[in-house]
């Protein structure tokens, strides 16, 4: 099941409104660079890059990118008042010492213990894992964005992870196009429900167990 360009915003927006003023914050590949899109302009938050930069901002517009600005996926960005360039030993120094507040990276898969696979065996034509190993186990907080379901229908939120474990026990929150789970030590507890989807769909379309919080909210 593919995942038209509104659902991506959505998440995206979904997940802005959990960065705070003043947090340093890391953006994965895809879904997650879009995030940065939806950060009030009065808001102060500096994302940080493996590749070497402190303060992105949003995206350019279509025509004005500098070729020489990219994020550490490749595409291009934006520097806001107060940002930064280094190497990337600093980078992911920032990284180990735990100084990033929150990471948002893509998934593959997500276990109901918050075990996060975000790469695939070598010999496949999909990303690496780049920091993500570094991101998963030294971020304070671990947000992960990506469709509910795989390509092909198979739920992607699953009692135990069939790929390589990119890290175990990680993930605080899961946002996709039908539902927000917060990974908890009872267990997945669901906080929202995704228009139109209802709680029979997720359940459908989820391996794992769950708990429905007290505090539904359809968005």
């Known amino acids: 099941m593919g995942m038209g360009i509104d659902n991506r915003e959505r998440i995206a ?20 660079t ?74 593959l898969e997500v276990s109901e213990q918050g075990d996060l696979a975000n790469w695939i065996v070598p010999g496949k034509k999909v990303p690496g894992m780049g920091g993500a190993i570094e991101l998963a186990q030294k971020s304070k907080k671990v947000i992960v964005l990506m469709n509910h379901v795989s390509k092909n229908g198979s739920p992607k939120i699953l ?22 789970f917060e990974v908890t030590k009872e267990g997945l507890l669901l906080l929202e429900v995704m228009e139109p989807f209802t ?6 379309h989820t391996d794992a167990d769950f708990i429905i919080s007290k505090e539904l909210k359809t968005i």
């Open 159 to 180: 009692k135990t992870c069939t790929l390589p474990l990119t890290a175990p026990h990680c993930v605080n929150l899961i946002i996709t196009d039908m539902a927000v």
């Open 34 to 107: 879009l995030v940065a899109n939806y950060i009030p302009h009065a808001m102060k938050v500096m994302f940080h890059a493996e590749n070497g930069i402190l303060g992105t901002g949003p995206s350019p517009v279509k025509g004005d990118e500098d070729e020489n600005l990219c994020n550490a996926g490749g595409y291009p960005i934006t520097i806001v008042p107060g940002g930064s360039y280094f190497d990337s030993a600093t980078a992911f120094g920032i990284i180990r010492r735990g100084l990033v507040d929150v990471t948002i990276l893509g998934a």
């Open 13 to 32: 927006k979904r997940a802005a409104k959990k960065i705070q003023q003043g947090m340093t914050v890391n953006l994965g590949i895809g879904i997650p």
């Open 199 to 204: 709680v029979a769909d997720i359940r459908k």
